[in-house]
């Protein structure tokens, strides 16, 4: 079943042109490949192996070692508009918190023959099967306990699991039953495993269909609360006992080594201390212990997170259908700085269990984003850069360079476009659809140079960007700060007084996209977001 690269090219335009690329797919005879979507949940630049984390991670760094990765994919620095624009093509900002105005993944390839499954995590209010998903499994809502997901106090324990006004646990159309204790009832359920279970179900109910799946798995790790299974705690007991910067630059120095950092163009900057935390060496003995156990579990997840994309790689395998089945894996935003405040949680709980609701912080999360600046919401390096690795061994060559080119989530769908030959916007009902503001990877995936036209933009909350080749405009709150990213890549020396003339035309190109996306002008406040986790 082997697939040239250079046929692919040919089909290489803009999906505003969908009878060339179906003619050329009929042409060439190229089979469409299954398409896997594999989505962390708030997971750094640096957590998983191959981007030099400390973590076991064998299965996505199979993914990587076999494919494509890339050093710079961008997102949106936030759970929910990272997922609209993933799976609409569009900048957030055009559509909303239910994908209005946007055809979703499901609803393009649906029609084109694919069979579409969704398990995990739904952060927008609508149910799935009812924008061009066959089947869903998961939660409908922002984040959840890992191990107990229903309103109900679990089995000894004083107080009920998380509980989120809006969020519903629901398997296809039928939501089930919110005065549940565990979805299901099982003491062994645990969501990660879960979504997997599911998938692996359906992948083996549809197998002889003869269509190609759309399989898009959104798993809620390793997003707090930090929940893992005892034996994969285990795991890590010790590692993190050195503290932050230990395995911060520990992270480094590997990510160097493997290429992905310049340490000329990319020096580690000092690391941002938390305010409610101190640097390790001024914590007592017991703040330490604390401190090290919350990343054990953090590492615990992922390590989770990793078995079960193995467990899902080799079910595909052994169904004959890994060859032909174009692989995502990526992250929706940066590490989280956030610690949650709630009121739901047992404070004699162990960390890591059931009734525990505890964050890492924004000291760990400074290492999980290892060696960019600052996190989650926010439009600098830490909150919109993380990994992107994409595999297809049918149809592209391993690469051992990384790929340097500047990416963005709401390239996936042309993307996937490009290799499904579907017209858009397909079964889609939503009105005054645009084309997609992204464009395909295809070229990158044969080592080609993207032809990206327009700069890219960014905005959450009080922060926002323009990317525009070697140059980045960013602020986080008023004032605008400006960076050469080919020279400072970890955003350390700001030039704006240096080139007020770049910086005055970037804010004006970030203006003009504003109204652009949403008909108004930008009015110095930032609108009100759909609620997030």
């Not at 309103?151 to 646990?169: L, R």
């Not at 296809?172 to 919110?178: G, L, M, Q, R, S």
């Not at 179900?201 to 799946?213: G, I, R, S």
């Not at 174009?326 to 405040?341: Q, R, T």
């Amino acid at each position: 079943m082997s697939i040239l690269i250079k046929k692919l090219a040919v089909m290489v335009v803009s999906f505003s042109s969908p009878a060339v690329i179906n003619a050329q797919i009929e042409k060439t005879k190229v089979p469409k490949p299954n398409i896997l979507i594999i989505l962390a949940d708030d997971l750094g630049y640096s957590d998983i192996g191959c981007y030099g984390g400390e973590i076991n991670t064998p299965n996505i760094d199979r993914l990587a070692a076999g494919g494509v990765k890339f050093a710079q994919m961008y997102n949106t620095a936030k759970c929910s508009p990272s997922r609209a624009s993933m799976l609409t093509g569009l900048y957030y900002q055009r559509t909303n918190a239910d994908y209005g105005n946007a055809a979703t993944m499901g609803e393009v390839l649906r029609p084109a023959g694919y069979n579409t499954f969704w398990a995990g995590k739904q952060h927008a209010k609508f149910n799935p099967v009812t924008r061009g998903f066959d089947r869903y499994y998961g939660m409908i809502g922002g984040c959840e306990n890992h191990f107990n997901p229903g309103f109900a106090a679990a089995p000894g324990q004083p107080v009920p699991a998380h509980k989120i006004a809006g969020n519903k646990w629901s398997l296809d159309d039928k939501n089930v039953p919110e005065n549940s204790n565990y979805i299901p009832q099982d003491s062994k359920f645990y969501d990660t495993d879960a979504f997997t279970d599911h998938a692996l179900t359906w992948l083996e109910e549809y197998k002889n269909d003869n269509k190609p799946f759309f399989l898009y798995m959104a798993y809620t790790a390793p997003h707090w609360p930090l929940q893992a299974w005892p034996e994969d705690i285990a795991k890590y007991k010790g590692v993190y006992d050195n503290g932050y910067e230990a395995v911060r630059q520990a992270r480094y120095k590997r990510q160097v080594k493997l290429g992905l950092i310049d340490p000329k163009t990319a020096p580690l900057p000092p690391m941002e201390i938390g305010k409610t935390k101190s640097k390790w060496e001024s914590l007592s003995i017991e703040e330490r212990k604390k401190e090290a156990k919350l990343m054990e579990i953090y590492a615990a997840m992922v390590d989770r997170l990793d078995q079960n994309i193995g467990r899902l790689l080799k079910h595909i395998e052994a169904q004959g259908q890994l060859e032909n089945t174009l692989v995502f894996f990526l992250s929706d935003n940066g590490g989280c700085a956030v610690d949650p405040k709630v009121d739901y949680e047992d404070a004699n709980a162990p960390l890591g269990s059931v009734a525990s609701y505890p964050s890492y912080g924004q000291n760990w999360a400074t290492v999980s984003d290892t060696p960019l600046r600052k996190w989650k919401t926010t439009s600098h390096e830490g909150g919109i850069n993380t990994p992107l690795i994409v595999n297809w061994p049918a149809a592209i060559k391993a690469r051992k360079d990384w790929n340097q080119e500047p990416v963005h989530l709401i390239d996936i769908m042309p993307t996937v476009l490009a290799v499904s030959g579907e017209n858009y916007p397909g079964e889609s009902k939503e009105t005054s659809i645009p084309v997609s503001d992204g464009i395909s990877l295809l070229p990158a995936l044969k080592g080609d140079k993207l032809a990206r036209k327009s700069p890219v933009f960014y905005q959450f909350s009080k922060s926002a960007a323009v990317r525009d080749g070697e140059w980045k405009l960013v602020r986080l709150g008023p004032n605008w700060e400006l960076y050469n990213m080919n020279k400072d890549r970890t955003e350390t020396n700001d030039l704006i007084t240096q080139h007020p003339d770049i910086a005055k035309k970037m804010e004006t190109q970030w203006l003009a996209w504003w109204k652009d996306c949403t008909k108004s002008e930008w009015t110095g406040k930032a609108p009100k977001e759909f609620k997030d986790e």
